[in-house]
């Protein structure tokens, strides 16, 4: 983003305060994941995280049970719920929110979809690789948190590094060196 000129910031400056509050009302208009975020800190002061939460935890669940046919269209799926979880994060900054929610959405599909992803083969590359990677982000991410919470997730770190260790992300786990159990 180039910077401003700084005859132009002199001259935003002297505009009145009207005129400014109009050309940024118009500005956030654009830009819909701040004007999501701004609704969330100034009109819903932080308080609706677990509603929102609930929502994404929803939306998984229900695309997880649509049964898709092959392990590609099971991993657009997943990027569709990864994507509702990283805006989550860009609106809240809900760094726990955002490991339990993956682990849902990992464990999620696992458990309606596993059998698409028992054996590796050419039709289960992309989405093992995919499932591998995604595990290795939020065991890194899960670590970053307070210590507290290592607890919490123990349960849903193992049931999913079980589900990546004995079907088809199997290979990527060994290349990640993902563990095969979490230890707290």
Same mark, same amino acid.
């Given at each position: 983003?180039?910077?401003?000129?700084?005859d132009l &910031? &002199?001259? =935003?400056?002297?505009?009145?305060?009207g005129e /400014?509050? &109009?050309?940024?009302?118009?500005? =956030?208009? /654009?830009?819909?994941?701040l004007t999501e975020k701004l609704q969330f800190e100034l009109v819903e002061e932080g308080k609706t995280i677990d509603e929102r939460r609930s929502l994404i935890r929803e939306f998984i669940d229900r695309t997880s049970r649509l049964h898709a046919d092959t392990?590609?269209?099971?991993?657009?799926?997943?990027?569709t719920a990864s994507g509702y979880i990283s805006r989550h994060l860009k609106v809240t900054k809900d760094k726990y929110g955002e490991v339990e929610?993956?682990?849902?959405?990992?464990n999620t599909f696992?458990?309606?979809n596993a059998h698409l992803l028992q054996k590796y083969n050419s039709r289960s590359d992309k989405a093992a690789e995919y499932i591998a990677k995604r595990t290795d982000q939020v065991l890194k991410k899960a670590l970053k948190l307070d210590p507290d919470y290592h607890i919490e997730f123990a349960d849903e770190i193992n049931k999913l590094l079980s589900w990546v260790h004995y079907t088809a992300?199997?290979?990527?786990?060994?290349?990640?060196?993902?563990?095969?159990?979490?230890?707290?």
């Open positions: 983003m180039p910077a401003l000129d700084p &910031k &002199k001259a =935003i400056v002297r505009m009145s305060g /400014k509050d &109009k050309l940024l009302l118009r500005l =956030i208009a /654009k830009d819909a994941v392990p590609g269209w099971l991993m657009m799926d997943m990027r929610l993956m682990l849902c959405m990992l696992y458990e309606h992300p199997a290979h990527y786990a060994r290349q990640l060196g993902l563990p095969k159990e979490w230890q707290v």
